[in-house]
């Protein structure tokens, strides 16, 4: 059993997947790289003047490799609960438990559905940490907002879910914060 699976690899689902194996965390990131983001042109990512989508999408997976998750060119076609946490199953009948679950489908809302979780509308209902209705399982990114689809919203809604299993795990409010000493 790993600790996070990750079902998405846009920038949300790889936000998370950095904070988490950056921490610690076996993460395995299913991804099957068909994001929208290949289709951006982007000059509204703060901190980035301007970048053609596919290839800030390798830079984003350069910088999660880092790190060492399990990259999975893989697509998830079913997720249940288990006693301990999530099964997920891949397309090619292959299944992987984990703790914690993090959907970064974009606007594909299936596996939510499946998975029980609750909606608002046309959305994943989520709370400020984008933890679902489900306890451990996690929504992010277009699934959770209706038609407000942005890069550096998405990564935001990574980055929050990971902080919040982060802080679970911990037992305390959990901070990601580096200092250049960390890394000299």
Known sequence: MTDV???GGGPAGLSAALFTAKNGLDTVVFDTDETWMHKAYMVNYLGIEEIDGTE???VARDQVEEFDPEMRDAEVT???STDDGFRVTTDGDETEEGRYLILATGANHGLAEELGCEFDGDVVDVNVSMETSVEDAYATGGMVRD????AIISAGDGGAAALDLLSKEEGEHFHDFDVPDDFQ
């Open 5 to 7: 699976l990750v079902v």
């Open 78 to 80: 079913g997720v249940e």
């Open 147 to 150: 038609q407000e689809w942005q």
């Open 56 to 58: 800030f999408m390798e």
